[in-house]
Each structure stands twice: as C-alpha cells, then as structure tokens.
C-alpha cells in the first residue's frame, strides 16, 4: 500500500469513528429532526392537497383563523408532543430517551417511504412491513451516521417551508388573506327598466337523463312537478351544464363565464346575479357551497363555532390524511372524500339519524296545503341544507319596497343517496355507495341497478321540493309575476366501468346534459326549445329579460338568442381540462341511453321497486318457499334497533335493509321480508373485502311500532333464513 492509500484510509477510519463518536444531539435539535420529518411525511401530502383544493374551506365556511389555527397546530404541536416525550425518556435514562428518538424516526420515516412504495404491491400487509423495515434502516443510520443527522437540521425549516407554501403560495391564500371586495360587490346594481321578481333555482347533480322517457318527454308519473313547471314555461331539452364539480359550475351558473378552478367567492366572481341587480333588489340566497354572494349584499353566513369548525375539520382532514398516505387495500376501507365536501367521518350523519329515530321531527316551514309534511331528520349536513333551503322558499312572495331576487342550491339529487322521495331519510350502514370504487362504477349488474333506485328515489325527492316552492309562489301570488328560472350545477352517471362525475365522451349526456326551465312572467303555456344552451345563460338571460343595460362581458348568452356553438364543452374538474362533443354527437348518444335506461327501469312508479332478481316473489306470503336449515351460512342485520321502533314521524325509516354475511356466496339470489311478506330481492356481493347484502323496501311497507326483519337466501322455491329481528 502506498503512502497515500495508507493516508486515505486512516482518514476514513478517523472520520467513521469520530461519526461514532459524535455527541447525541441536545434535545431541541433532536426535536428539530422530528419536526422536518414530520412536515415531509405527514404535513407536505396533505397540505400539497389542500393547496389545490382551497374551495374546500370555502365550501366550509372556514375563516381566515381557522385556517391559521390549523395550518399551525398541525405543522408544530405534534413534533413538540414527541419531543416532549423524548425528553421525559432522557430525564429518566439517557438510553431510554435515545431509543424512544430512534422510535419516532423509525415510524416517521416508514410513512414517509410508505408514500414511494405503497403502488409496489395491493396488499397492504406487504408494503407496510417493507415501509416499517427500511424506516428502521433509516433509524440506525440516523443513530450510526452523524452526517445524516446533519442533513436533518438543515431539514429543519421544513415546517416553516410548508406552511408558507399553503398560506402564501397557493389559492389557500384568497382564504386567510381576503382582497378587499370589488366595489361592484356592494354597489346599488343596474337600474332594471322592468322590476320583475327573480327566482333561480339550482338543483345539484341532476341529470335530465333521469327525468324524461324514452320518447324525450318529461316521465309526469314520476316527477309531476316538474311536469307542472314544463306546462308554464319553455324547455331547454338540449341544454348542458360547463363543469362536472359544484364549486366551479355553480360560480359559472351565477356569472355567465365559462368555469375556471378559482376560489367561488364575492371577490374572485364581483360580477354576478346578485351584483347585477345589487341593492335595488331584496336579496334571498342559499348557498351551501358557494359564496358568490357578497355579505354586504346577502348578509353574514350563519355557522357553527369556532370549535366545533375545527373540530369537524379537524376529524375530516385525518380522513382525508390517511387516503393520501395509506395503500390502497387500506384506505378504500375509509370513508369517501370525493363526494361532498364535509362529514366524512360520520358517513354523511348516519349515527345521528340512527339516535332520532324514534322522536318526532318538525314539519318545515313551507309544506305545502293540503299534503303531508316534509319532516327532514337529524342535524347532519345533507339535512341542514335542506332545511336551509326551504327556509328560504318560505319567504317567496310578492311586495315590499323592492322586488326579490331568491337564488336556492338544493344539494339534491346529490349523493349521499339517502332520502326517499318524502323527505324522508334511511341509515346507511357499511359503504354508502356499493358497487362505486373512488368514481368509477364496477360491472356487478344488481349494485348498479340499485344505485338507479336510489337515486330516482332522490330524484322524487327533488321534485317534492320543487313542487313546494311552485305551491309557496301560487300561494303568495309571486308565480304569474316572477321570472323563473331552474338548472343544475351538472348532472351525474350510473353505468358499468363507467365515470360516476368526471366528464368524458362517454358519459358526457349524462353528465353534462341537464335541466333548464325559464318561466318567464305571466307565461301560462309551455314549450321545448331545441337550442343547445348552457348554465352560462341564465345571468345574460335574467339582465335581457329585466332590461338591465351593463357592460359586462359574458361567456353565455340570452336563451331566447341563436346558439351555435360547434362543440358543447365540459370541464373534467380532475384534469382541468375540457371535454367537447358535437351537438349532433351528444343528442345521438343521449338518445340511445333513453332507449337503455327504459329497458332496465321503464316510466312510471313501479319500475321504481323493479329490482333483483327474484322479482316473482316480491309481494307475496313467505309461506311460498320451503324452509331448508340454514346450515352454515349467516348473516347480520344492521341498526336491528331501528326496526323495533319505527315512527314515520320521526323523519327516519329504516328502509335501506343491509347488512353483512357468511358462508353465502357472492351473486346468491337473496330476500327479505317484512312481517311475513316479501319485499325486495338482491343479490350477495362482496363490498371491500366484505361479504354483504342490501335492498331498498318501500317506506309503506314498515309499520309504526315492531316490524320483523327476515334475510333469506333463495334457490327457486327452497329457502334459507340467514338473519332475523325479533
């Protein structure tokens, strides 16, 4: 060996042992190693999200300080707890305070691998005891290696770097710094030659696919109020809507401009509906979602406190966190977070339908004369929306100083698929939506046409809900006298493989074809207009109509004017980018998806229970089937509480019958009777590893007080009683 080989070596040797040697860091620096990977593992995933996504504290109703308080405990308190318990461990050893350090390296830097590795296999057994092993390599280098422990500390700003990107490098930014409203925001609004009363109604993922028969016609059985409103007003049949997500059609809904993913707010839209007429209207508004309406102009937004904000943020964000972080196996177990904009965690109020089951629920103000109450349960989100809304139905009428302009977004037909078409609701036990996987249907035929059920079912619903705010107009007088004007934000589909919201080619009649009706004044006759209109017509049709002279430059145009567009256009809102389809493309394909959908669920009410594949025996005495023992399969019935007390008034019936089972294989034909008679029929499936069953009963067919519960599988007259209630 050379002099300078033996030179290099020994240096080498000298560096490993002063490495070795290296004095353990003091604890506000280990604690500083703990809190850079912590924004790494857990910090800069979910706040990288939420960066893209700042609507969703809008859609909240967050404030500036809940957004701070957030941003700020999670970014610095958990490292500070860990480092705190570190040096409780030194204070009692010194050993002890290192291995507990070593633990917390270990866990933090196996989530951190987690997210490179987890696509390595779909079990997650695999990939998280491969993430937990290199985590612990990680940690005896971090112990062995003082250089690693110096790249740490200059990791250390990682903290500070991720909470400014999310505060002062991304759209959140609008949220917790607010730009002064645009003066038009506040302003007294145009001068309308004609002071016409403005209604606008905004229903939410409503297809007209889901309300016409296969001849093009309105199916009056199923829906008649919106037959009522076709008979006085003109129907857009070709209208589409400009975006597949609320938080970005609603704005183009009440601007006129073609969407953009920019926060929904008075500041980033200052030109709207509400600012066109300003103050020379009296302004109503019920938006859950969106805050196109400035406060000057509509008031402060009523919300909840500032703690139960944070905690209900804080309860979802954990949810939202682990779909991020997990593998796939894992978090397809969590609750969905792509399918409303809160309430994860309680699966959209489901434990709070289930403790006012048995209590009477209040009648809402605005039902209609004459017919049964709406009585909309529970204090979850979907129900605080509705009530919302028809608290503002409740105010439509005629006079005072200033004519009215109401703007209501029901957030209905929308999922969660939970009311029946009287208001109301079922629990929803296990997944809320079998058979749809992130927002992607899968192929099994009977969870599909369930889904159909289900949602037609809220379909009727909304149309209950427009049938009240029809009768509150005639009631009052404001229905010969107002401009009328109904939409939906987008519509939504249900099919085999196919995309349930995200626009494409395929999907795209069902997706973005949806409702347009303008009643305009006095008008008593009603008419299907051919044009292919969009969303982005109703504020240029609402200033044509009432005279309004502004200089505002819309993307849309008045209805009653030529459309000519050579493509109708959608924005996919998870590529941002838009879908076009030619006119002529777009009626073809929605027209053969008429004839589809008449085959599986033809006009009328009684396709409504046409479900599964035992049809022949629904309706019947469960005395037709022979009793075989049950053998080794089973099954469980979920909340069997529900059907020992059901009371119509309460808001709640258990009509949504599910549950798990055993021994019973995936596609066996499955019953369920109610009191001794049948009345739905299923099929077994398999639902994220779990075996389980679920059918949908009429409301009618559980009477007040103890119903008995019996889940059978069949095999033509032989049957099995795999559960019962008492």
Known sequence: MSSGEATMVQAGERSEAAAKDAPWPPLWLAGLHLGALWALAFVQPLFGLLGQNAAFFVARDNTPGDVLIFALVFAIVPPLIATALVGVARLVDARLGKLVQLGFVTLLAAVLILQVIKGLSPRALVVGTLALALGAVVAAAYARFAGLRTVLSVLGVAPVVVIALLLFFSPVNEVVFPSAEASSAAGSGAAASKPTPVVVLIYDELPTLSLMTKDKRLDAQRYPNFARLAKSSTWYQNATSVSDGTYVAVPAVLTGLRPHAELPTSHTYPNNLFTLLGKTYAQHDQEPITHVCSQELCGVRARATQSARLSSLASDLSIVERRVLLPKGMADKLPP????????????????????????????????????????????????RVRAGRAVVATMKPGGAKPGLWMVHYVIPHVPWRFLDDGSQYVVDGPTMPGLNDQTWGSNHFLLQQAYQRHMLMMRFADRLLGDEIDQMKRTGLWDKALV??????????????????????????????????????????????????????????????????????????????????????????????????????????????????????????????????????????????????????????????????????????????????????????????????????????????????????????????????????????????????
């Open 485 to 726: 004007i109904l939409v939906s934000d987008h519509g939504g589909a249900i099919g085999a493989t196919e995309s349930r919201r995200p626009a494409t080619k395929e999907n795209f009649p069902k997706v973005a074809g949806i409702p347009f009706f303008v009643k305009l004044p006095g008008q008593d006759k009603g008419a299907v207009d051919p044009k292919f209109v969009t969303t982005m017509d109703v504020v240029p049709t609402v200033a044509k109509q009432l005279g309004v002279n502004t200089k505002w430059k819309f993307d849309g145009k008045p209805v009653d004017e030529p459309h000519t567009d050579a493509l109708l256009k959608q924005r996919n809102g998870r590529t941002a980018k838009l879908v076009g389809v030619k006119p002529q493309d777009f009626v073809h394909r929605r027209d053969a998806i008429l004839a589809q959908q008449d085959k599986a669920f033809p006009a009328g009410l009684a396709a409504l229970w046409a479900v599964g594949p035992r049809r022949d025996l629904v309706g019947k005495p469960l005395s037709v089937l022979d009793r075989q023992p049950a053998g080794a399969q089973s099954a469980t019935i979920a909340n069997p509480a529900l059907y020992r007390k059901v009371r119509p008034t309460s808001g709640v019936i258990p009509s949504y019958i599910t549950g798990t089972t055993t021994g019973v294989a995936p596609g066996s034909d499955l019953v369920v009777a109610i009191n001794r008679r049948i009345r739905a029929s299923g099929k077994a499936y398999v639902e994220h590893g779990d075996r389980r069953y679920s059918f949908v009963v009429p409301a009618k067919t559980l009477r007040r007080g103890r119903n008995r519960i019996e889940v059978l599988s069949v095999r033509g007259t032989s049957a099995r009683i795999l559960a019962r209630t008492g």
């Open 337 to 384: 977070i792509d399918r409303d904009w809160e309430d994860f965690n309680a699966d959209a109020g489901n434990d709070d339908l289930a403790s006012v089951a048995g209590k009477t629920a209040p009648t809402d103000a605005g039902a209609s004369r004459g017919k049964s109450p709406i009585r909309v349960a529970g204090n979850d989100l979907p129900a605080k």
